[in-house]
């Protein structure tokens, strides 16, 4: 019998305060949105979507546990971070701690930047999960909305990688900036031999 979501978000509670659970985490990247950008996918996601960049993290059972002092340093110690995306995963399943790791960095003048499977009105909604508008209030840019394979966007403009999605630009210094693309991806390589591609499709890959 299938799990229900209440289930299966009850490893949330095992998070201690001022922690993430994460999948994974890059430096330097230049397809997750504006300029040179660390990412951070969370894990845990519910959507479970066929067409989904990243399968591997729709469990919440615990990944990596990271505080989010610890991730901040991470982030600041990179002189080439000029922001940070939120990805996963879904980010707003964790919105408390990364609201407060968002504060750290855009006090040290950092952008942020998030991905969200859910619409901002949900978000707004009575039915958002705890701490989703002290998420969005730390957002520079958010893209909001599933990815839809029949609504599938192969375009080398498109900075959303499929038509229902929606870039909300809530830091007027940001409108000219959405030039990154969709169809772009990276690939980074750890020193263990481990790799992450990212952009569109990307996925994080074993040796």
């Not at 985490?25 to 951070?40: L, Q, T």
């Not at 993290?57 to 000029?82: G, H, Y």
């Not at 958010?142 to 999605?165: C, K, Y």
């Amino acid at each position: 019998m299938e799990r229900k979501a209440t289930d299966r978000l009850l490893p949330l509670m095992e998070i201690p305060a001022g922690y993430l659970n994460i999948m994974g985490y890059i430096d330097e990247s230049e397809v997750n949105g504006p300029g040179c950008r660390a990412v951070v996918w969370v894990q845990g996601c519910l959507r479970e979507c066929s067409s989904c960049f990243n399968p591997d993290s729709w469990s919440f059972e615990i990944n990596q546990l990271i505080s989010v002092e610890k991730l901040a340093e991470k982030i600041l110690s990179n002189p080439r971070n000029q922001g940070v995306t939120f990805s996963g995963g879904e980010p707003f399943w964790q919105a408390p701690a990364l609201a407060s790791l968002a504060r750290k960095l855009k006090a040290a003048g950092l952008s942020v930047m998030s991905f969200t499977g859910f619409t901002l009105e949900r978000l707004q909604s009575e039915y958002a999960p705890a701490g989703a508008q002290e998420l969005i209030d730390q957002v520079d840019i958010l893209i909001d909305g599933p990815f839809v394979e029949s609504l599938a966007i192969n375009d080398p403009t498109s900075p959303v990688s499929s038509s229902n999605q929606r870039v909300r630009i809530f830091n007027p210094a940001f409108q000219d900036k959405i030039t990154w693309a969709s169809d772009q991806t990276e690939i980074h390589i750890f020193k263990d031999g481990s790799r992450i591609v990212t952009g569109y499709r990307g996925w994080m890959e074993q040796p």
